[in-house]
């Protein structure tokens, strides 16, 4: 048990909690239609550089909970069908551990323990374990379950969490930004968006769903988190400043669309195709209405969609196709799971997924130092793609990431296309080094 009394100074009373049933966004839809309430959840873990009171912590995760209506959300399945509902604000559940560990594999221990005690039917679903170990560093795990929060709600949650906990280390009242539009605002308007004006987005996305053809396998049969295996390519922080600095002069790209140009045509001549579909992550946070602002909603906002990626048979022309290919995706692809769950599209199951993390200069800052991030499932639990592809950035290095099957791809074959991946980008860079004072406004625009 944890030795802290749960009083402390509250906060000033805020508006009524959000109440009553929420529509499923379609990610949700998709993760627990595959695998039910199973856990699935985004984890930090942190090294503490200071002394955090238990006690304060505590009642910060609380306020987090206060705060952020999501963390609130309770699933069920009813005849097949899953629903969502907000939970009575009570307090009820302890939010803070406090465990010791031996070595590094009671820590591996510890944390799988932590993962599997948050429950979408019942709640929690965020907690945090102080993990402590004798001469060494406390380390500081969060996990919330991915349902109610994607990658981009981490940095809300993080910056409350700290906030809140600063307030009352000076016995002050908790007192957080002010919120954006609730979850179940958010996917209420969306719900009604998709019955009206996202149906003109239907043939676009036809289209994108016929383009997508098969890769070469070596097997189709749905792989298990437990057969994932993952290698990484990290470029040197100044050839990546000087790529970015270089494709932004001459083409106006942005980091995202110059690795998807390499890997497009890295994947188009490995698989002998003239074009390659990948699935591609967005946020979700789009402006499409005036008067409901999602920019720090916590959630699963983010949308998932395909996308037809066709290079050209030289470097410059690929370098504007793909970028004019990515920028014709209207609001950040969020029509199309939309669409999909009411029944206007098909759903085509993805064999590539790429997600490019945007920097987050505010992570490892104040009394957190990180050491690793990600997401926690169980052996069996279902891969999302045969190859899921995480990119971004680390300070100014970037890096892209390979999570695969070891029942769909021979690690060789990878290993050799990170390869021609690095090749490309080195000639894009040279390329774009070389262009940027020569070509005409049109490919500058």
């Known amino acids: 048990m944890n030795a802290y009394s749960p009083l402390s100074p509250l906060s000033p009373a805020g508006p009524e909690p959000v109440m009553g049933a929420v529509p499923l966004l379609p990610l949700q839809a998709r993760l627990l239609e595959r695998q039910g309430a199973a ?3 985004r984890y ?13 912590l505590e009642q910060a995760l609380q306020a987090l909970v206060t705060q952020h209506d999501a963390l609130r959300l309770r699933f069920a399945e009813e005849d097949g069908v899953w629903r969502q509902w907000y939970g009575e604000p009570d ?20 944390a799988a323990e932590v993962q599997r005690g948050l429950d979408p039917r019942s709640g929690p679903l965020l907690r945090a374990c102080r993990l402590s170990r004798a001469g060494r560093a406390d380390r500081l795990l969060l996990v919330v379950h991915q349902l109610v929060a994607d990658g981009l709600s981490w940095r809300w949650l993080l910056e409350d969490l700290l906030a809140a906990y600063r307030q009352l280390a000076t016995g002050r009242c908790v007192a957080l930004p002010a919120k954006s539009a609730s979850f179940k605002a958010w996917a209420e308007r969306l719900h009604d968006w998709a019955a009206g004006p996202a149906r003109a987005q239907r043939a676009f996305w036809r289209a994108q769903e016929r383009a997508c053809s098969q890769l070469p396998l070596l097997s189709r049969e749905p792989a298990c988190e437990g057969q994932r295996r993952h290698l990484e390519l990290i470029l040197p922080a100044d050839f990546s400043r000087e790529l970015l600095q270089a494709a932004r002069q001459a083409y106006r ?4 669309e110059v690795l998807l140009t390499a890997l497009s045509r890295v994947l188009c001549a ?9 699935h591609l992550q967005g946020h979700g946070r789009m402006p499409l209405f005036d008067d409901l602002d999602p920019d720090r909603t916590v959630g699963w906002l983010s949308s998932l969609y395909p996308l037809r990626l066709q290079p050209a048979a030289d470097l410059p022309g690929s370098l504007e196709a793909i970028r004019e290919q990515l920028r014709a995706v209207d609001d950040g692809g969020l029509a199309y799971g939309l669409l999909c769950r009411r029944g206007e599209l098909a759903g085509v199951a993805p064999q590539v997924l790429f997600d490019y993390r945007e920097p987050d200069e505010d992570e490892g800052t ?7 991030a990600g997401l926690w499932r169980e052996a069996d639990a279902p891969l999302d793609a045969p190859l899921c592809i995480a990119a971004g950035q680390r300070g100014d290095a970037l890096y892209l990431r390979f999570d695969f099957s070891s029942s769909q791809w021979q690690r060789p074959t990878l290993e050799g296309l990170l390869q021609r991946l690095q090749d490309e980008l080195r000639a894009i860079r040279a390329h774009c080094a070389h262009a940027s004072g020569s070509l005409s406004p049109r490919r500058r625009a």
């Open 39 to 41: 856990p699935c959840n």
């Open 44 to 56: 930090l873990l942190f090294e503490l550089t200071e002394a955090l009171e238990p006690g304060l």
């Open 91 to 110: 307090g009820r559940h302890e939010l803070l551990w406090l465990r010791a560990a031996d070595d590094e594999a009671g820590i591996a221990a510890l």
């Open 253 to 256: 790209l942005r980091a995202d």
């Open 270 to 278: 490995w698989s002998e195709q003239c074009c390659v579909c990948l």
């Open 366 to 372: 104040g009394p957190l130092r990180l050491l690793d």
